[in-house]
T-cell receptor, first 110, second 115 residues
Framework: GQNIDQPTEMTATEGAIVQINCTYQ??????LFWYQQHAGEAPTFLSY????GLEEKGRFSSFLSRSKGYSYLLLKELQMKDSASYLC???????????FGSGTRLSIRP | GAVVSQHPSWVICKSGTSVKIECRSL??????MFWYRQFPKQSLMLMAT?????????EQGVEKDKFLINHASLTLSTLTVTSAHPEDSSFYIC???????????FGDGTRLSIL
């Protein structure tokens, strides 16, 4: 079956660093996406990894290990506006659709 | 780039009404569009995948006759909720992608409330 696991909730402090993990078991793999979703809004695209390693984009970085079925999203210099849900999503072998995890609700405290 | 426009943002209507939601890719050609629904504090639930010019592929448990999807062009897909009832009230979100290894870009969503 298809399965994507990520923590339900996390809390971090403004200015700090937080790492949100994601593990997946899917029928094939064609890339992993991270999305940010604020309450009541649609998701916005953050990053895409298809090869192993770290992709850095400003304060956000995403890492992928295909052999381990593992990814993480790293957020640095946290700001209050980073409080949101972060969705891990995997494109399967057919690449016909993307499977989303349940999301990690990140709360930033001052 | 990669802007997806979804209309309307809000719909409030009486039970039994049919509601049409439009999803447009404004600056790219979307070979595939996706329709999701999301209940409060829950994850996205994929309803159907539509490719331009062909019939939509519905996920298990989603009624084809209830949720009509049309993808007539590379920039427009529509979802019609037929004879909507209060249990259809939800947040409906469309997304579109240009190619297989491209990310999905989401519309702003439509909040549907059926009285």
């Amino acid at each position: 079956g298809q399965n994507i696991d990520q923590p339900t909730e996390m809390t971090a402090t403004e200015g700090a660093i937080v790492q949100i993990n994601c593990t997946y078991q899917t029928s094939g793999f064609n890339g992993l996406f991270w999305y940010q979703q604020h309450a009541g809004e649609a998701p916005t695209f953050l990053s895409y990894n298809v090869l192993d390693g770290l992709e850095e984009k400003g304060r956000f970085s995403s890492f992928l290990s295909r052999s381990k079925g593992y990814s993480y999203l790293l957020l640095k210099e946290l700001q209050m506006k980073d409080s949101a849900s972060y969705l891990c999503a995997v494109s399967t072998s057919s690449a016909s659709k993307i499977i989303f995890g349940s999301g990690t609700r990140l709360s930033i405290r001052p | 780039g990669a802007v997806v426009s979804q209309h309307p943002s809000w719909v409030i209507c009486k039970s039994g009404t049919s509601v049409k939601i439009e999803c447009r890719s404004l600056d790219f050609q979307a070979t595939t569009m996706f329709w999701y629904r999301q209940f409060p504090k829950q994850s996205l639930m994929l309803m159907a995948t539509s490719n331009e010019g062909s019939k939509a592929t519905y996920e298990q448990g989603v009624e084809k006759d209830k949720f009509l999807i049309n993808h007539a062009s590379l920039t427009l897909s529509t979802l019609t909720v037929t004879s909507a009832h209060p249990e259809d009230s939800s947040f409906y979100i469309c997304s579109a992608r240009e190619g297989v290894r491209q990310p999905q870009h989401f519309g702003d969503g439509t909040r549907l409330s059926i009285l």
